[in-house]
C-alpha cells in the first residue's frame, strides 16, 4: 500500500494547518480561542462567494495565498516548479533539484529509528545519539517488532538507547497499544500486536518527507561528524524527524469517511469529501506552480487514508469553452440549464495533469528527483463569473471520485509540540549544510602512515556494456581497519547511466551508485564502507572498484580511485 499521515498525527496536522492560514475574519475554534481564517467575501474582493460545494469557506483558494490571479485567460497552461524554494537560505549546486524523493521511513520498520544499513549501523537517531547528545546507545536493536519475547527485547533496548532513539521507539510501542485492539495502558501490547490491525503498512513520515524535499535541498555525500558517519539518507532521516511538524495553511479538509456516499449525478454527498473543488484546485496549482515557484504539497486521495506527495508541475491538454448542456453532459447531468452555480456566466471544460514526485528508498546517495516523478489526470469543468475570474468548478468523470483531499502550502518546520524533542533542527541543518561542501580528504586517523592508496591511471568506460572496466588497489600490509573511504572521481555525461561497486580479491563488497543522478554530469565522491560490510578487518588484498555504463549514447572515464584505511 502507499505510505500517507500516520493516524495518530492527522488531527495535529490539520489543527496546525488551520490555525497557521493567513489572516483575514476571525472565528472560534472549538476551544474557544479565536483563529484568524479567510473566507469572507468583504475581506477577499477577488474572490466571489459560490454555493457551498463549488467555493465554501474551507476550499476559498486565499486560505493558501492572497494575491493571487483568478482571472482564466491569464492563467498558463504549463507549469513546473523550476527553482528552489529554499534558494535564499542554502547555496545552489549544479545538481540540486527544487524537490527531492526519499523513503517515507515506515512506521511499522520503526521509522528513523530503523538500521536500515543492515544490523551493525547504528540507525539514524542511534548516530544522532552519539554524536549530539552523548548517549553511546545500544550495540544491538531486537531483529523483531512483534511476536515472542519482543517485548522483553524492546524493553532492554529502551534501558540503553540515547534519548532521540528512545523517544521514537516508544512511540512505536505506543501506536500499537493504540491500534491493536486494546484500550488500556498494559505493558504486553507489543507482544500481542500479532493477529491485530497493528501499524498499517502505509503510515509513515510521507507528511514529514514531502515539506522537507521542498523546503530543504537534498544532502549530497555523507558527513562524520563527532565520529559518526551520516549517510545520505541518514540526515534525510532526520530532515523528516525535524519536519515531522510544519507550518503551512491548508485548501480542503480531510475525508475520514471509509464509505462515501454519492448523489445521482456521483458527486460525494459527505461534506468532508466533497474537496478540493476543481476550480480552487486550478487557480491554486496555476498560480503556485505556473507563476510563482512556491511550495506546495497534495493528499492524493480521498478516503481514510493519507498520501501526501510534492507537487512539481502540471500540464492542462484541453481548456475549452462548452455551453451548459455540453458542461452537464460532462459532469452526467441532463438538460440545457447549468444548475450548479447559478453565478456562473461561463462554463470551461478542463483535462488538467499534475506530476508529483514518489517516495524512493533509502539510500547512501542522492536520488533527486529524475526518475521519481508520476502523474494524475483530472477533468473537470469551471465556472467563470462576468469578470472572468473563476469560482468554482465540477469535477466530471473518475475525477469525480479521484482527486486531491487537500492541498497544503508547508512554509517552514514548526514547534517541536508532537514530533521528536531530542532532535534540534539547527544540528541537522548543520549537518545538511556540511553534506553540500566540497569532500575533504578523509583523516587517515591513528593508523600507519600507508593507509591511504590511490589509482590514477584514467581508464575509459565501454558505453552500454554492463560488464565495465575496473580499477584495481594492491594493498599488500597488514593494516587492521574498523572503515575505509571510497574517492571515486568519474567524468561521464548522465551519471545515471552509471553502476559503481566495490570489490575485494574478485568479490563484491558494496554498490556504491546504482544509475542514480538522472542526467546530471560527472560523479566525484567519498563513500564510507564498514569493515562488516567488507567482511574483513585486514586490509591486505587486491581492492578493485568496477564501474559499468547501462545505457546507450552517453561515456566517460574513470579518472581516479582511492582508498583510506581508518581505525
Same mark, same amino acid.
Given at each position: ?40 467575501q ?36 504549463d ?5 528552489p ?49 552523548g ?33 521514537q ?22 507482544d ?34 563527532e565520529?559518526?558517519t ?21 485548501? +480542503?479538509?480531510? /475525508? ?5 456516499? !454519492?448523489d @445521482?449525478?456521483?458527486? *460525494?454527498?459527505? =461534506? ?78 478542463v ?41 468554482? +468548478?465540477?469535477? /466530471? ?5 479521484? !482527486?486531491? @483531499?487537500?492541498?497544503? *502550502?508547508?512554509? =517552514? ?36 602512515a ?16 554492463p ?9 599488500d ?42 542526467s546530471?554530469?560527472n ?45
Open positions: 500500500m502507499r505510505p500517507g499521515m500516520k493516524r495518530t498525527l492527522a488531527y495535529a496536522l490539520a489543527t496546525s494547518l488551520l490555525s497557521l492560514a493567513p489572516t483575514a475574519c476571525t472565528v472560534t475554534d472549538d476551544a474557544g480561542d479565536h483563529v484568524q481564517l479567510p473566507g469572507d468583504d475581506d477577499n474582493p477577488d474572490a466571489t462567494s459560490g454555493k457551498g460545494d463549488a467555493w465554501d469557506y474551507s476550499n476559498d483558494p486565499v486560505r493558501l495565498a492572497h494575491n493571487l490571479n483568478y482571472h482564466l485567460d491569464e492563467l498558463p497552461r507549469g513546473k516548479l523550476d527553482h524554494v529554499w534558494a535564499d537560505r542554502y547555496e545552489v549546486l549544479p545538481d540540486d533539484v527544487p524537490a527531492w524523493a526519499a523513503s517515507y521511513w515506515p512506521t511499522a520498520e520503526g521509522s528513523t529509528n530503523a538500521r536500515w544499513q543492515g544490523a551493525n549501523e547504528k540507525s539514524p537517531l542511534e548516530k544522532y545519539d552519539a554524536a549530539f547528545n548517549a553511546a546507545g545500544c550495540d544491538t536493536m531486537p531483529s523483531q517488532r512483534c511476536g515472542d519475547n519482543a517485548k522483553a527485547e524492546w524493553d532492554t533496548y529502551l534501558g540503553c538507547a540515547g534519548p532521540a532513539a528512545k523517544w521507539s516508544t512511540q512505536f510501542q505506543n501506536s500499537q497499544r493504540m491500534y491493536n485492539g486494546t484500550d488500556d495502558n498494559s505493558n504486553d501490547s507489543v500481542e500486536c500479532s493477529g491485530h490491525d497493528g501499524i498499517a503498512g502505509w503510515w509513515g513520515l510521507c507528511h514529514a518527507w514531502s515539506p522537507s524535499a521542498l523546503l530543504e535541498p537534498e544532502p549530497q555525500h555523507a558527513v562524520t561528524y565520529g559518526q551520516f549517510a545520505v539518507s541518514d540526515i534525510k532521516a532526520l530532515i523528516l524527524t525535524v519536519y515531522d511538524g510544519a507550518n503551512a495553511t491548508m485548501l +480542503g479538509g480531510r /475525508c475520514n469517511a471509509t464509505t462515501i456516499e !454519492h @445521482d449525478v456521483g458527486r *460525494a454527498t459527505n =461534506s468532508e469529501c466533497k474537496d478540493v473543488n476543481p476550480g480552487a484546485l486550478h487557480v491554486i496549482l496555476t498560480n503556485f506552480l505556473g507563476i510563482n515557484d512556491s511550495a506546495l504539497v497534495e493528499d492524493r486521495v480521498g478516503g481514510a487514508q493519507v498520501w501526501n506527495q510534492p507537487m512539481v508541475g502540471y500540464h492542462i491538454t484541453k481548456q475549452d469553452e462548452v455551453t451548459p448542456a455540453q458542461a452537464n453532459q460532462c459532469i452526467g447531468a441532463t438538460g440545457d440549464t447549468y444548475t450548479y452555480n447559478d453565478k456562473a456566466v461561463k462554463l470551461f471544460e483535462k488538467l495533469t499534475t506530476d508529483y514526485i514518489t517516495e524512493s528508498y533509502q539510500s547512501t546517495e542522492p536520488r533527486g528527483m529524475n526518475g521519481h516523478i508520476s502523474h494524475d489526470s483530472y477533468h473537470y469543468i469551471l465556472e467563470v463569473d462576468d469578470r472572468g475570474k473563476i469560482i468554482g +468548478g465540477e469535477y /466530471c468523470g473518475s475525477s469525480k471520485t479521484s !482527486h486531491p @483531499d487537500f492541498l497544503w *502550502a508547508p512554509t =517552514s518546520v514548526g514547534s517541536s509540540w508532537g514530533r521528536n524533542p531530542y532532535v534540534d533542527v539547527a544540528k541537522v541543518q548543520t549537518l545538511i549544510r556540511l553534506s553540500r561542501e566540497p569532500v575533504q580528504p578523509t583523516d587517515p586517523g591513528t593508523g600507519d600507508g593507509d591511504s592508496f590511490d589509482n590514477t591511471d584514467p581508464v575509459a568506460i565501454p558505453d552500454n556494456d560488464n565495465g572496466v575496473t580499477s584495481d588497489i594492491n594493498v600490509q597488514d593494516i587492521t581497519f574498523s572503515k575505509l573511504s571510497v574517492t571515486v572521481d568519474i567524468t561521464h555525461t548522465w551519471r545515471g547511466d552509471l553502476e559503481v561497486e566495490l570489490l575485494r580479491d574478485g568479490t563484491a563488497v558494496k554498490t556504491l551508485q546504482d544509475q542514480a543522478g538522472g546530471a554530469d560523479l566525484q565522491r567519498t563513500y564510507t564502507v564498514s569493515a562488516d560490510e567488507a567482511g574483513t578487518t585486514s586490509a591486505r588484498g587486491e581492492w578493485s572498484l568496477r564501474v559499468s555504463d547501462n545505457a546507450a549514447q552517453d561515456t566517460g572515464t574513470l579518472n581516479r580511485f582511492a582508498l583510506t584505511f581508518l581505525e
